[in-house]
Protein backbone atom coordinates (compact mmCIF):
# COMPACT_ATOMS: atom_id res chain seq x y z
CA UNK A 1 0.00 0.00 0.00
CA UNK A 2 2.74 2.64 0.81
CA UNK A 3 4.29 2.16 -3.08
CA UNK A 4 0.86 2.49 -3.80
CA UNK A 5 0.93 6.03 -2.21
CA UNK A 6 3.94 7.21 -3.90
CA UNK A 7 2.96 6.50 -6.80
CA UNK A 8 0.32 9.13 -6.95
CA UNK A 9 0.38 12.33 -7.79
CA UNK A 10 0.70 15.02 -5.62
CA UNK A 11 -2.59 16.58 -5.36
CA UNK A 12 -4.00 13.04 -4.26
CA UNK A 13 -3.09 13.45 -0.45
CA UNK A 14 -4.82 12.70 2.45
CA UNK A 15 -4.74 13.77 5.84
CA UNK A 16 -4.58 10.72 8.39
CA UNK A 17 -6.74 12.64 10.80
CA UNK A 18 -9.07 9.82 11.41
CA UNK A 19 -5.70 8.15 13.62
CA UNK A 20 -6.77 11.53 15.90
CA UNK A 21 -9.72 10.10 16.67
CA UNK A 22 -9.65 8.16 20.19
CA UNK A 23 -10.02 4.70 19.63
CA UNK A 24 -9.26 4.44 15.81
CA UNK A 25 -6.82 1.91 14.73
CA UNK A 26 -5.47 1.32 11.20
CA UNK A 27 -4.58 -2.00 9.88
CA UNK A 28 -2.34 -1.96 6.43
CA UNK A 29 -2.68 -4.68 3.54
CA UNK A 30 -0.89 -4.59 0.06
CA UNK A 31 -4.39 -4.25 -1.52
CA UNK A 32 -5.56 -1.71 0.91
CA UNK A 33 -5.89 0.30 4.40
CA UNK A 34 -8.43 0.21 6.75
CA UNK A 35 -9.13 1.81 10.34
CA UNK A 36 -11.51 0.72 12.83
CA UNK A 37 -12.91 1.30 15.92
CA UNK A 38 -13.15 -1.68 18.14
CA UNK A 39 -14.95 -3.93 15.54
CA UNK A 40 -17.23 -1.35 13.77
CA UNK A 41 -15.80 -0.34 10.38
CA UNK A 42 -14.63 3.64 10.05
CA UNK A 43 -13.22 4.23 6.48
CA UNK A 44 -11.06 1.65 3.97
CA UNK A 45 -9.47 3.10 1.21
CA UNK A 46 -6.94 2.32 -1.98
CA UNK A 47 -5.72 3.27 -4.96
CA UNK A 48 -7.22 2.75 -8.55
CA UNK A 49 -5.15 3.92 -11.63
CA UNK A 50 -3.50 6.81 -9.74
CA UNK A 51 -6.83 8.26 -7.61
CA UNK A 52 -6.70 7.60 -3.92
CA UNK A 53 -10.19 5.93 -3.26
CA UNK A 54 -12.08 6.60 0.01
CA UNK A 55 -14.48 3.77 1.71
CA UNK A 56 -17.89 4.60 3.70
CA UNK A 57 -20.04 2.44 5.96
CA UNK A 58 -22.59 4.99 4.49
CA UNK A 59 -25.56 4.83 2.50
CA UNK A 60 -24.94 7.05 -0.83
CA UNK A 61 -28.75 7.79 -1.21
CA UNK A 62 -29.15 9.54 2.04
CA UNK A 63 -25.89 11.96 1.19
CA UNK A 64 -25.92 15.19 -0.28
CA UNK A 65 -25.87 15.46 -4.03
CA UNK A 66 -22.16 17.46 -3.51
CA UNK A 67 -20.34 14.31 -2.79
CA UNK A 68 -20.82 12.27 -5.53
CA UNK A 69 -20.40 9.08 -4.23
CA UNK A 70 -20.29 5.81 -6.05
CA UNK A 71 -21.95 2.57 -4.39
CA UNK A 72 -19.69 -0.66 -4.71
CA UNK A 73 -21.62 -3.89 -5.12
CA UNK A 74 -18.36 -6.30 -4.38
CA UNK A 75 -18.83 -8.35 -1.29
CA UNK A 76 -15.19 -7.34 -0.48
CA UNK A 77 -16.76 -3.85 0.51
CA UNK A 78 -19.50 -4.65 1.77
CA UNK A 79 -19.14 -3.12 5.06
CA UNK A 80 -17.88 -0.11 3.42
CA UNK A 81 -20.18 0.41 0.46
CA UNK A 82 -19.62 3.92 -0.73
CA UNK A 83 -16.87 4.88 -2.17
CA UNK A 84 -15.44 8.47 -2.89
CA UNK A 85 -12.58 9.28 -5.33
CA UNK A 86 -10.15 12.24 -4.13
CA UNK A 87 -9.39 13.79 -7.68
CA UNK A 88 -8.48 17.13 -5.93
CA UNK A 89 -8.13 20.22 -3.03
CA UNK A 90 -12.17 20.43 -3.21
CA UNK A 91 -12.74 16.75 -2.97
CA UNK A 92 -10.54 16.10 -0.33
CA UNK A 93 -12.04 18.79 2.20
CA UNK A 94 -15.17 17.14 1.41
CA UNK A 95 -13.73 13.32 2.67
CA UNK A 96 -12.18 14.61 5.63
CA UNK A 97 -16.52 16.04 6.28
CA UNK A 98 -17.44 12.59 5.54
CA UNK A 99 -14.71 11.21 7.72
CA UNK A 100 -16.00 13.41 10.64
CA UNK A 101 -19.74 12.14 9.80
CA UNK A 102 -18.54 8.59 10.32
CA UNK A 103 -16.40 8.91 13.45
CA UNK A 104 -19.72 10.60 14.98
CA UNK A 105 -22.07 7.68 14.25
CA UNK A 106 -19.39 5.13 16.09
CA UNK A 107 -19.01 7.73 18.75
CA UNK A 108 -15.73 8.53 19.03
CA UNK A 109 -14.48 11.73 20.22
CA UNK A 110 -11.14 13.54 18.17
CA UNK A 111 -7.97 13.81 20.25
CA UNK A 112 -4.52 15.18 19.33
CA UNK A 113 -3.98 14.86 15.64
CA UNK A 114 -1.05 12.48 14.55
CA UNK A 115 0.51 14.07 11.90
CA UNK A 116 0.91 11.77 10.04
CA UNK A 117 -0.47 12.38 6.13
CA UNK A 118 -1.42 9.95 3.35
CA UNK A 119 1.04 12.18 1.05
CA UNK A 120 4.32 10.51 0.04
CA UNK A 121 6.80 12.67 -2.26
CA UNK A 122 5.74 11.19 -5.97
CA UNK A 123 8.15 8.75 -7.83
CA UNK A 124 6.97 7.71 -10.79
CA UNK A 125 6.52 3.66 -11.89
CA UNK A 126 10.55 3.24 -13.37
CA UNK A 127 11.84 5.00 -9.66
CA UNK A 128 9.88 2.56 -7.83
CA UNK A 129 11.05 -0.36 -9.82
CA UNK A 130 14.82 1.06 -10.00
CA UNK A 131 14.39 0.65 -5.98
CA UNK A 132 12.70 -3.22 -5.87
CA UNK A 133 9.34 -1.65 -4.53
CA UNK A 134 7.35 -3.11 -7.29
CA UNK A 135 8.09 -5.39 -9.91
CA UNK A 136 7.01 -5.40 -13.08
CA UNK A 137 4.86 -8.24 -14.18
CA UNK A 138 3.52 -9.31 -17.55
CA UNK A 139 -0.43 -9.99 -16.45
CA UNK A 140 -1.73 -12.59 -18.82
CA UNK A 141 -5.24 -13.10 -16.53
CA UNK A 142 -7.46 -10.39 -17.72
CA UNK A 143 -8.92 -11.80 -20.55
CA UNK A 144 -9.41 -15.27 -18.40
CA UNK A 145 -11.08 -12.81 -15.66
CA UNK A 146 -13.46 -10.82 -17.89
CA UNK A 147 -14.45 -14.58 -19.55
CA UNK A 148 -15.25 -15.85 -15.71
CA UNK A 149 -17.27 -12.58 -14.64
CA UNK A 150 -18.95 -13.03 -17.94
CA UNK A 151 -19.44 -16.35 -16.91
CA UNK A 152 -20.91 -15.81 -13.35
CA UNK A 153 -23.29 -12.70 -14.87
CA UNK A 154 -21.43 -10.20 -13.15
CA UNK A 155 -20.86 -8.83 -16.67
CA UNK A 156 -23.87 -9.63 -19.44
CA UNK A 157 -23.42 -9.10 -22.45
CA UNK A 158 -25.90 -8.01 -24.86
CA UNK A 159 -26.52 -7.28 -28.24
CA UNK A 160 -27.38 -3.50 -28.15
CA UNK A 161 -27.31 -0.81 -25.21
CA UNK A 162 -28.04 1.60 -23.33
CA UNK A 163 -27.11 3.60 -20.70
CA UNK A 164 -30.23 3.91 -18.76
CA UNK A 165 -29.80 0.13 -18.93
CA UNK A 166 -26.00 -0.61 -18.38
CA UNK A 167 -25.38 0.34 -14.55
CA UNK A 168 -28.31 -2.99 -14.60
CA UNK A 169 -25.97 -5.27 -16.50
CA UNK A 170 -22.78 -4.67 -14.94
CA UNK A 171 -21.55 -2.56 -11.29
CA UNK A 172 -19.01 0.11 -11.28
CA UNK A 173 -16.37 -2.12 -9.21
CA UNK A 174 -16.50 -4.82 -12.20
CA UNK A 175 -16.39 -2.58 -14.59
CA UNK A 176 -13.46 -0.76 -13.42
CA UNK A 177 -11.38 -3.88 -12.68
CA UNK A 178 -11.78 -5.05 -16.63
CA UNK A 179 -10.19 -1.82 -17.97
CA UNK A 180 -6.83 -2.77 -18.69
CA UNK A 181 -3.78 -0.17 -17.84
CA UNK A 182 -1.23 0.62 -19.95
CA UNK A 183 2.22 1.99 -19.16
CA UNK A 184 2.08 4.18 -22.33
CA UNK A 185 1.35 8.02 -21.76
CA UNK A 186 -0.19 9.75 -24.48
CA UNK A 187 0.45 13.89 -24.60
CA UNK A 188 -1.45 16.46 -27.10
CA UNK A 189 -4.62 18.30 -26.92
CA UNK A 190 -7.47 16.51 -25.03
CA UNK A 191 -10.47 15.52 -27.18
CA UNK A 192 -14.17 13.47 -26.60
CA UNK A 193 -15.50 10.69 -28.59
CA UNK A 194 -19.21 9.26 -27.29
CA UNK A 195 -19.66 5.37 -27.70
CA UNK A 196 -22.93 5.90 -30.26
CA UNK A 197 -20.25 7.44 -32.49
CA UNK A 198 -18.11 4.57 -32.43
CA UNK A 199 -20.78 2.02 -33.07
CA UNK A 200 -21.65 3.99 -36.31
CA UNK A 201 -18.39 4.52 -37.79
CA UNK A 202 -16.88 1.09 -37.25
CA UNK A 203 -17.55 -2.50 -37.63
CA UNK A 204 -17.39 -5.33 -34.89
CA UNK A 205 -14.15 -6.85 -33.95
CA UNK A 206 -11.84 -3.31 -34.76
CA UNK A 207 -9.53 -1.90 -32.19
CA UNK A 208 -10.25 1.88 -31.19
CA UNK A 209 -7.29 4.16 -30.88
CA UNK A 210 -6.70 7.97 -31.29
CA UNK A 211 -5.01 7.21 -34.48
CA UNK A 212 -7.62 5.29 -35.93
CA UNK A 213 -10.11 8.04 -35.10
CA UNK A 214 -8.07 10.82 -36.93
CA UNK A 215 -7.85 8.27 -39.97
CA UNK A 216 -11.80 8.54 -40.12
CA UNK A 217 -11.95 12.27 -39.25
CA UNK A 218 -13.73 11.82 -35.49
CA UNK A 219 -11.32 13.66 -34.34
CA UNK A 220 -9.37 16.80 -34.94
CA UNK A 221 -5.23 16.53 -36.53
CA UNK A 222 -4.11 17.78 -32.93
CA UNK A 223 -5.96 16.04 -30.78
CA UNK A 224 -3.56 13.24 -28.83
CA UNK A 225 -5.57 12.12 -25.56
CA UNK A 226 -9.50 10.77 -25.91
CA UNK A 227 -12.03 10.78 -23.46
CA UNK A 228 -14.93 8.32 -24.23
CA UNK A 229 -18.62 9.17 -23.04
CA UNK A 230 -21.55 6.81 -22.64
CA UNK A 231 -24.72 8.00 -25.01
CA UNK A 232 -26.78 6.27 -27.22
CA UNK A 233 -27.35 2.57 -28.11
CA UNK A 234 -24.51 1.16 -29.14
CA UNK A 235 -24.05 -2.62 -30.88
CA UNK A 236 -20.56 -3.16 -31.83
CA UNK A 237 -17.84 -5.81 -30.53
CA UNK A 238 -15.34 -2.63 -30.10
CA UNK A 239 -11.62 -2.84 -28.55
CA UNK A 240 -11.21 0.54 -27.35
CA UNK A 241 -7.88 1.97 -26.27
CA UNK A 242 -7.88 5.36 -25.45
CA UNK A 243 -7.18 7.97 -22.67
CA UNK A 244 -10.02 8.21 -20.23
CA UNK A 245 -13.45 7.20 -20.36
CA UNK A 246 -17.04 7.60 -17.92
CA UNK A 247 -17.67 4.77 -16.25
CA UNK A 248 -20.82 4.31 -17.94
CA UNK A 249 -18.57 4.17 -21.16
CA UNK A 250 -16.95 1.11 -19.93
CA UNK A 251 -19.84 -0.84 -19.16
CA UNK A 252 -21.25 -0.30 -22.67
CA UNK A 253 -18.48 -1.35 -24.26
CA UNK A 254 -18.22 -4.48 -21.94
CA UNK A 255 -22.19 -5.33 -22.00
CA UNK A 256 -21.79 -5.02 -25.87
CA UNK A 257 -18.67 -7.94 -25.57
CA UNK A 258 -16.13 -5.03 -25.94
CA UNK A 259 -12.67 -4.82 -24.33
CA UNK A 260 -11.17 -1.11 -22.47
CA UNK A 261 -7.85 -0.50 -22.04
CA UNK A 262 -6.45 2.48 -20.66
CA UNK A 263 -3.35 3.92 -22.65
Not at 193 to 218: A, I, P, W
Request: net charge positive; glycine share 6%; aromatic share 6%.
Amino acid sequence: MLCKRINIPQNNRFNKRLLSYEKAKSRVSWAYESVNAGKAPVVKFGIRGKTLCVYFPLNGETLDEKYKVETVESAKYAAVPCMYRIKNERRLRYAKELIGTVCSSVGLTKGETKGEDYYTPYENTDALIAKNLIKELTVSATDAQIGRAKQEGRIRVVDSVSVSEVNSLISNEVAAAAIEESREHATGKKGIVNVDTLSVNFNSGDTVTVQSLKEKKLIAPSVGQVKLLARGNPDKVLHVELQDYSMDAVKMILATGGSVKRC
